[in-house]
């Protein structure tokens, strides 16, 4: 989905949206563990289950054997994560200050896009029920592009405007890695209570930000270096 209107933004800035928008890490622990019984078709114990649990979705199903890399798994996982999606419910909040953030950037001449692993579908419907989808130029979800930290979502989201007016939020470290690979600077999204600042660091963010009004500064003094 794309909503450019081919006007001359001030910057362009690519949001994650688990962990990073919203905070969804029980339903994603949920959704996670029924994933892996629609997968195997039996139970998986508590302690398997928290043994091999991995932000990086990629690392979480290697750590179960589970190769995603193959197109007939990728899309198997896919379909298993919609109805497990679906199944635990989508009502899911805000962080703090996210909604004023957003509005800001609106007024301030930003363009704003989602990046996410989430399938379309479910994407789509949280952003429709918190009432935020249309704040968003563009939307590149899971089952559209290569996983992340492929940057062929940020290719397709944003690959024709100019990378230094370009920046990627995100709390994970594919989202890092992601927006390094593309050529953006990154800010690590630390308001997120399961983020890992070591890890962040380590995958090459530009700025640890421990609140998201907080991204409004860092946006608004890169560009006023640039020019």
């Given at each position: 989905m794309d909503k450019t209107t081919g006007s001359l933004k001030k910057g362009y800035i690519v949001f994650d949206l688990d962990g990073t928008l919203v905070f969804s890490h029980k339903q994603i622990l949920l959704a996670s563990k029924i994933v892996l019984e629609k997968w195997f078709g039996h139970e998986v114990s508590e302690k398997d289950f928290q043994d091999g649990f991995h932000k990086n979705p990629v690392k979480f199903y290697k750590n179960f054997d589970i190769d995603v890399s193959l197109p007939k798994n990728r899309k198997k996982i896919e379909a298993c994560w919609e109805e497990a999606s679906l199944e635990v419910g989508l009502d899911v909040p805000l962080f703090p200050d996210i909604s004023d953030l957003l509005r800001k950037l609106k007024e301030e001449g930003f363009a704003i896009y989602i990046w996410t692993a989430r399938d379309k579908l479910c994407a789509h419907k949280i952003l429709k029920n918190l009432e935020i989808f249309d704040f968003f130029e563009g939307i590149s979800c899971g089952?559209?592009?290569?996983?992340?930290?492929?940057?062929?979502?940020?290719?397709?989201?944003?690959?024709?405007?100019?990378?230094?007016?370009?920046?990627?939020?995100?709390?994970?470290?594919?989202?890092?890695?992601?927006?390094?690979?593309?050529?953006?600077?990154?800010?690590?999204?630390?308001?997120?209570?399961?983020?890992?600042?070591?890890?962040?660091?380590?995958?090459?963010?530009?700025?640890?930000?421990?609140?998201?009004?907080?991204?409004?500064?860092?946006?608004?003094?890169?560009?006023?270096?640039?020019s």
């Open positions: 089952d559209e592009t290569a996983h992340k930290p492929s940057p062929e979502g940020l290719e397709a989201l944003v690959g024709c405007h100019p990378k230094e007016k370009t920046f990627v939020v995100g709390d994970s470290e594919t989202d890092i890695q992601g927006a390094k690979a593309f050529g953006s600077r990154a800010l690590a999204a630390l308001w997120c209570p399961n983020a890992e600042e070591t890890v962040l660091k380590s995958a090459g963010a530009d700025f640890l930000v421990a609140k998201p009004l907080e991204c409004l500064d860092i946006f608004r003094q890169s560009l006023a270096r640039e």
